[in-house]
């Protein structure tokens, strides 16, 4: 059994000479007790473990992040842990990648603790001034008690961060003390007696007037400022007194509050009912309404609207996403190189377009600039909701028999469900007005399939959609005819 104890500052690159050299010699995790020096004191003989020769061994960049933290921790398995992980790693590289190992998820859950100890020192070290101010370089202390032995990895944050006076930080464990730029460590100490602040008056005020009492939310605070930082944080003297005053505070702000809405809200509020009113004017200006849309800020770097077009008597609706490049310049639906597939398969599957009215979702074409070319984005669904009055006014005015929604966001308009497509097409869905709507695909997404295998599949499955639609249309239109016969 080899005993080795690890030195309380330097320890992580300790740790990691001490468990390669281990490695190098075959040690299992069985054969190594481990130690740190600070509890391990007098109990081990520090054997150094040494490699014969300098030998090179890889093991993934993210072990060896994982193991820089959960050196830090506390616990005095720390050592143990990371190496009879290591041991089974070396064997198995994959599995700093399988989330269900318990053993990686004990280590992610040490790190993770010694990372969030790191963030409340950043946060929560406090410090007093104790040298004389009108010296060249000023001198300030501060005391901390930490979770994990984070002084060290922290204290290269402090020395960016102060790097123009002395400073010296002090933790039951260990100090760190940097003087005329060079840091150094100590060991640590019982918590001094540290001067008064005489900032600290300022810094109360300060914490006193970004408490909000109307958005007090104690559970939220206690886990960003947990309690057991208080006693050395001269701010949470004020803690319990702000929350026990907040909900009458809050109730003399709500009193205060000017009773006539501000002319913004009251902007916001007539944009939103004009939104949310349905559309209602002669058929034919509806196409110019379209066009004239602002609502919502699309608009402002689309060419133009592209409102449906066909036949209004339609029996069929193609429903798509939102123009894209070409028809955002053509001021017409499915011109550019999706609206092309779509024709080509059409054909194919009897389906003709002329007979339907096409439009699209969304009436304006969002994009992002890359250089000369507008890539395409696609519209989220505050965006499909500002122009579903658009699309339910072209709705009310052809009456189709059937609608065909071509991928995500046609579904989502039409039936408020943003459920995957690839395993609701080819299935008939049916709309608030009673009618069916067929879900298929988008054609560019048929454009997009790198794998030509894949591409050819989807694409008979298309087909098949389209041949559905219009076989439903035949049988919707020969039951209407059938119905007006019967009853005249
Ligand atoms: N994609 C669509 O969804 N609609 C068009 O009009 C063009 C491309």
Redesign the pocket.
């Given at each position: 059994m080899r005993h080795i104890v690890i030195p309380d500052t330097g320890t992580a690159a300790a740790w990691r000479e001490a468990a390669r050299a281990c490695l190098m010699q075959g040690l299992s995790p069985a054969d190594i007790a481990w130690g740190s020096e600070s509890s391990e004191r007098g109990l081990f003989e520090d054997q150094p473990v040494s490699c014969a020769a300098p030998v090179r061994m890889t093991v993934p960049r993210s072990f060896v992040e994982l193991a820089e933290a959960v050196c830090w921790h506390r616990d005095e398995d720390r050592f143990a842990r990371l190496y009879a992980f290591l041991w089974r790693l070396k064997d198995a590289p994959q599995l700093m990648s399988d989330r269900g190992d318990r053993d990686l998820a004990h280590l992610r859950a040490m790190e993770k603790s010694v990372r969030r100890c790191q963030h409340k020192m950043k946060a929560f070290v406090r410090f007093r001034e104790i040298g004389n101010r009108d010296d060249p370089r000023r001198s300030f202390a501060a005391w901390f008690e930490p979770t994990h032995h984070t002084l060290e990895p922290t204290a290269d944050f402090f020395v960016r961060r102060f790097a123009d006076m002395d400073w010296r930080i002090a933790t039951p464990d260990l100090t760190a003390i940097f003087e005329q730029g060079a840091l150094r460590l100590a060991p640590g100490h019982p918590k001094p007696a540290l001067p008064d602040d005489s900032s600290e008056a300022l810094w109360l005020t300060y914490f006193r007037s970004i408490f909000n009492p109307a958005r007090l939310k104690v559970q939220a605070m206690t886990s960003e400022m947990p309690k057991k930082y208080w006693k050395n944080l001269p701010e949470a003297a004020t803690i319990a007194d702000l929350i026990a005053t907040a909900p009458a505070r809050a109730r003399a702000m709500a009193e205060a509050a000017p009773t006539l809405p501000p002319m913004r809200a009251e902007k916001a509020r007539l944009q939103l009912a004009a939104h949310e009113s349905a559309w209602s004017g002669p058929t034919e200006a509806l196409p110019s309404a379209i066009r004239a849309c602002t609502r919502c800020p699309l608009h402002r770097t689309a060419t133009q609207a592209?409102p449906g077009a066909g036949r209004l008597d339609a029996d069929l609706m193609i429903v798509?996403?939102?123009?894209?490049d070409q028809?955002d310049l053509a001021g017409l639906?499915?011109v550019?190189p999706?609206?092309q597939l779509f024709d080509r398969i059409a054909q194919l599957a009897g389906l003709e377009r002329s007979e339907a009215f096409v439009t699209?979702a969304v009436k304006h074409f969002k994009f992002t600039p890359r250089g000369k070319r507008r890539l395409h984005q696609r519209p989220n669904s505050g965006e499909i909701e500002h122009c579903r009055g658009w699309l339910d006014a072209e709705r009310r005015l052809v009456q189709p028999k059937l609608t065909l929604a071509?991928?995500a966001t046609a579904a989502e308009a039409l039936t408020g469900s943003g459920a995957g497509i690839l395993a609701r097409r080819g299935t008939v869905e049916q709309l608030a007005d009673g009618t069916p709507v067929l879900v298929a695909v988008?054609p560019?997404y048929l454009l997009r399939l790198p794998d030509p295998v894949e591409r050819e599949r989807q694409t008979r499955l298309f087909e098949e959609d389209l041949r559905l639609a219009a076989d439903m249309v035949r049988r919707l239109r020969a039951e209407a005819g059938a119905i007006r016969a019967a009853s005249t």
């Open positions: 592209v798509g996403e939102q123009p894209g028809e639906p499915f550019g999706a609206g699209n071509l991928g988008h560019s």
